[in-house]
T-cell receptor, first 114, second 117 residues
Framework: EPEVTQTPSHQVTQMGQEVILRCVPI?????FYWYRQILGQKVEFLVS????????KSEIFDDQFSVERPDGSNFTLKIRSTKLEDSAMYFC????????????FGPGTRLTVL | AQKITQTQPGMFVQEKEAVTLDCTYD???????LFWYKQPSSGEMIFLIY??????QNATEGRYSLNFQKARKSANLVISASQLGDSAMYFC??????????????FGTGTRLTIIP
């Protein structure tokens, strides 16, 4: 069964460093998402990406964040200068064109900012 | 703005019993969808069940069913014959349509379910 994959599973970085979180969505999906879950809290929407551009973003998704689909398979989230409060689990999700069958989530990347 | 409320932070249930996880929602949209996801301790988000606002029948998927009461704005998850492997965090989420097939999900705060042998 096709699945969303994410790498790395765990990333540790120093405050102020740039990080890139990588995702490979399901191959025929057209909509791509990033969500964040701070430890012990609910999952929060960050951004949706369709047709090679951001279609919606939350107030969390400020200028420190960017997304890119550099080729036909990868979807990345970049945090330019990490802060302590960026420590969280980051989930990538993708969705096909038709039907409300839900977004398929990847296993997540746990980001720890020291 | 959409809002999802899960009022049960934690629940303990005896194995083999049925369990109901509560979810209420608020939206001004006429068309919306409600999801339940399971998050085991390993952290991944597993899609369980979906209910559309125009669906007349309650959704069912195996041991999972969704008790959808539109007038009360509730979408409770019912797990029948609970198993030890059901121990996990459960999130209710609402789909907001962004247009052209695109959507975003708003999640509740979750309920931690523990199944007791």
């Amino acid at each position: 069964e096709p699945e969303v994959t994410q790498t790395p599973s765990h990333q540790v970085t120093q405050m102020g460093q740039e990080v890139i979180l990588r995702c490979v969505p399901i191959s025929n999906h057209l909509y791509f998402y990033w969500y964040r879950q701070i430890l012990g809290q609910k999952v929060e929407f960050l951004v949706s990406f369709y047709n090679n551009e951001i279609s919606e973003k939350s107030e969390i998704f400020d200028d420190q964040f960017s997304v890119e689909r550099p080729d036909g398979s990868n979807f990345t989230l970049k945090i330019r200068s990490t802060k302590l409060e960026d420590s969280a689990m980051y989930f990538c999700a993708s969705k096909g064109l038709a039907g409300p069958s839900g977004q398929f989530f990847g296993p997540g990347t746990r980001l720890t900012v020291l | 703005a959409q809002k999802i409320t899960q009022t049960q932070p934690g629940m303990f249930v005896q194995e083999k019993e049925a369990v109901t996880l509560d979810c209420t929602y608020d939206t001004s949209d006429q068309s919306y969808g409600l999801f339940w996801y399971k998050q085991p301790s390993s952290g991944e988000m597993i899609f369980l069940i979906y209910q559309g606002s125009y669906d007349e029948q309650n959704a069912t998927e195996g041991r999972y069913s969704l008790n959808f009461q539109k007038a009360r704005k509730s979408a409770n998850l019912v797990i029948s014959a609970s198993q030890l492997g059901d121990s996990a965090m459960y999130f209710c989420a609402m789909r907001e349509v962004l247009g052209f097939g695109n959507e975003k999900l708003t999640f509740g705060t979750g309920t931690r379910l523990t199944i007791i042998p």
